[in-house]
DNA sequence: TCTGGGGTCCTAGGACCC
DNA sequence: TCTGGGGTCCTAGGACCC
């Protein structure tokens, strides 16, 4: 059986877990620059504040109702999530972590009561261990999973565990699931359904295939044999990223180059970094610019460019001067800069990076030198090293008005407590 | 004034190879 | 009138997920 848990609206929650005082109180968190919210307790959703809600516009009914707001602290939702994952792969070491609030387990279990028995351990153990609340589904496929996830969550006030397991009751379920809740329809695809008549996922089950596959792809036909019970979408265990991107709205618009090499260097530094974690080079880069699309009134341009490397890097050295000179064929001066990214594609393992015939990077220095920065950074901090291209003067800051402390990764930020 | 960030997979078309 | 068959790589774009 696959099984699936979820944490429970997880930015909000990991925010609370060192705050009781927030218990039953609304609390939104805010993206990076404080910018839409993205994350909302069970209370906030009731006010009526919606997913991706730019803060400005809701800035009043965040007042009037008291609502706590939270900068985005990803060093502490990702070392919570980090501790969810670690005490789940220790009941079941079969686990696909889906994203950093959820994965799937394949259990080994095919008995109702046991299934429910394990579901309801990892709840306890994930609870008493991190504050964190999940919701766990047990279906014979991901997508089904999915559903009996959502169920279980609805379940308020038992230990939210729910279970598909035979065929006159999946049926029966996903005859009252809309189309719009499957996972895997968004809302292309919703639109399309309802326009053929098609409203609950049962009906989309008894499609026929070719049909399926010509409008939805081979992915929809993957989709329809999962909900039907057939596993069909494969369960992988931990597989490292193909891609690897770093995108920032900036805080202000940026006129001039350099302002936005540096942001484009910090980048390049940042996905180097990444790649090492997972032991990976890449072979190109693009980098990508592009003005405030919000801004009528400004004139707009957007422009990428691809650049390949002479051969897979992960070193900052490298990968710094190659988005540079990427972005360098990109910039146009007159506009007013308020987005870039760089994004790594064409990764390879490492070990199995293709060098150039007449190879003349300094591959093993860099390699050395990037160990010992990483060393140094991990030991005394994440900007302690970093290229001269970069914001030595650490001048760029995003808003962050409403950062709660690094409570478990920064040991000035532990909390106290008097006894 | 202020509007996030990071991923996956698939398809189609063009340019190329033998 | 009729014009093979089997590939690769790259780019762009569209759909989806959290």
């Known amino acids: 059986m696959i099984g699936l848990f979820d944490c429970n609206n997880f930015y909000a929650s990991c925010e609370r877990i060192f705050r009781p005082d927030m218990e039953g109180k609304p609390i939104v968190v805010l993206s990076n620059n404080d910018g839409c919210v993205i994350a909302r307790s069970n209370e906030a959703k009731a006010l009526g504040i919606p997913m991706g ?57 095919n008995n109702d009561d046991k299934l429910f028995e394990f579901g309801e351990k990892l709840y306890k153990e994930i609870k008493k261990a ?41 049926e029966d ?91 484009v260097a910090s980048f390049a530094s940042s996905i180097a970094y990444k790649l090492r974690k997972q032991n990976s080079c890449t072979g190109s880069l693009i980098v990508f610019v592009m003005t405030n699309r919000f801004r009528n009134d400004l004139k707009q341009y957007y422009n990428s460019a691809y650049i390949q490397l002479p051969e897979p890097s992960n070193s900052n050295f490298t990968l710094a001067e190659y988005a540079e000179r990427a972005l360098k064929s990109i910039f146009r001066e007159g506009y007013y800069y308020k987005r870039a990214g760089v994004l790594a594609c064409n990764i390879c393992d490492t070990a199995v990076a293709q060098t150039a015939l007449f190879h003349q990077n300094n591959y093993v220095q860099d390699t050395k030198a990037m160990d010992a920065i990483d060393l140094i950074n991990r030991k005394f901090g994440r900007h302690t090293i970093v290229l001269a291209s970069q914001d030595i003067d650490r001048e760029w800051k995003m808003n962050q008005e409403f950062l709660s402390p690094k409570y478990t990764t920064n040991i000035d930020d532990i909390i106290k407590v008097k006894i």
């Open 53 to 109: 809600a730019p803060m400005f516009k809701y800035k009043d009914i965040i007042q009037e109702n008291n609502i706590n707001v939270f900068s985005a602290n990803f060093t502490l939702y990702g070392d919570i999530s980090n501790r969810v994952m670690s005490i789940a792969s220790e009941m079941e070491p079969n686990i696909e972590i889906y994203s950093i609030d959820e994965a799937f387990m394949n259990v080994k279990i």
């Open 130 to 170: 991190t504050g964190i609340t999940v919701s766990i589904g047990f279906a014979p496929s991901k997508s089904l999973a999915k559903v009996a996830n959502k169920i279980a969550k609805k379940n308020k006030e038992k230990i939210p565990v729910f279970i598909i397991n035979d065929d006159k009751q999946r």
């Open 173 to 263: 379920i996903l005859k009252n699931v809309v189309v719009e809740d499957i996972w895997g329809i968004g809302r292309q695809y919703a639109k399309k359904l309802r326009n053929i008549g098609i409203d609950k996922a049962y009906d989309f089950t008894q499609l026929g295939d070719a049909y399926v596959k010509k409008e939805f792809s081979v992915v929809g036909l993957r989709l329809k044999n999962d909900l039907l019970g057939k596993p069909t979408i494969k369960f992988e265990d931990i597989k490292k990223k193909n891609n690897i991107t770093v995108t920032r709205t900036f805080d202000k618009n940026y006129k001039t180059f350099e302002e936005v090499r540096e942001r």
